[in-house]
T-cell receptor
Framework: AQTVTQSQPEMSVQEAETVTLSCTYD???????LFWYKQPPSRQMILVIR??????QNATENRFSVNFQKAAKSFSLKISDSQLGDAAMYFC?????????????FGKGTHLIIQP | GAGVSQSPRYKVAKRGQDVALRCDPI?????LFWYQQALGQGPEFLTY??????LDKSGLPSDRFFAERPEGSVSTLKIQRTQQEDSAVYLC?????WGAGEMYFGPGTRLTVT
């Protein structure tokens, strides 16, 4: 079974600074997808960034980028120029490729606090 | 609407009552998922539909949980004889196809069993 581990229950960063959220996962599959989702207090789960395991290049979306280390099964999220609106729970998630019946496997989340 | 909607947003049930939670996916989305999110935890997979077919229900915690999607669009998650441990947020997500297409989540229904 796949597992996703987020070892940081809470992180705090000053506004405009950079923060990195950690995620490791365990799988025997070679082809899969990794995601970071943001969940603000409204509970709406919002996709931040996704990475295909077959791609060596790290995904980036504006201020958000990942450091994907496939051999180490590590998938960290870097948020640059942190903004107050970034405050939320962040979940790392995994999904096997090509298997439509497989849902996402989530980590327990990291609560990100932005200090003004 | 443009997104996934869920109703009700909040539900309080007395232990032993039956509840029904509704999910309206994005129009045309083939895949629909239900997740259960306990307080302070990440969502956990409950069940998956491809159109009207329930292809995976391995995550349903007991036979008190039942989900349906009879016409391949709206889905209902029913919980019979609710217990306190059923208290959680229930999230619905849909995606256009299958594979790893982006999932769009609804706002969830917070169920509290007293």
């Amino acid at each position: 079974a796949q597992t996703v581990t987020q070892s940081q229950p809470e992180m705090s960063v000053q506004e405009a600074e950079t923060v990195t959220l950690s995620c490791t996962y365990d799988t025997s599959e070679s082809d899969y997808y990794l995601f970071w989702y943001k969940q603000p207090p409204s509970r709406q789960m919002i996709l931040v960034i996704r990475q295909e395991a077959y791609k060596q290049q790290n995904a980036t979306e504006n201020r958000f980028s990942v450091n994907f280390q496939k051999a180490a099964k590590s998938f960290s999220l870097k948020i640059s120029d942190s903004q107050l609106g970034d405050a939320a729970m962040y979940f790392c998630a995994y999904r096997v490729s090509g298997g439509g019946a497989d849902g996402l496997t989530f980590g327990k989340g990291t609560h990100l606090i932005i200090q003004p | 609407g443009a997104g996934v909607s869920q109703s009700p947003r909040y539900k309080v049930a007395k232990r032993g009552q039956d509840v029904a939670l509704r999910c309206d996916p994005i129009s045309g989305h083939v895949s629909l998922f239900w997740y259960q999110q306990a307080l302070g935890q990440g969502p956990e997979f409950l069940t998956y539909f491809q159109n009207e077919a329930q292809l995976d229900k391995s995550g349903l915690p007991s036979d008190r949980f039942f989900a349906e999607r009879p016409e391949g669009s709206v889905s209902t998650l029913k919980i019979q004889r609710t217990q306190q441990e059923d208290s959680a947020v229930y999230l619905c997500a849909s995606s256009l196809g299958w594979g790893a297409g982006e999932m769009y989540f609804g706002p969830g229904t917070r169920l509290t069993v007293t």
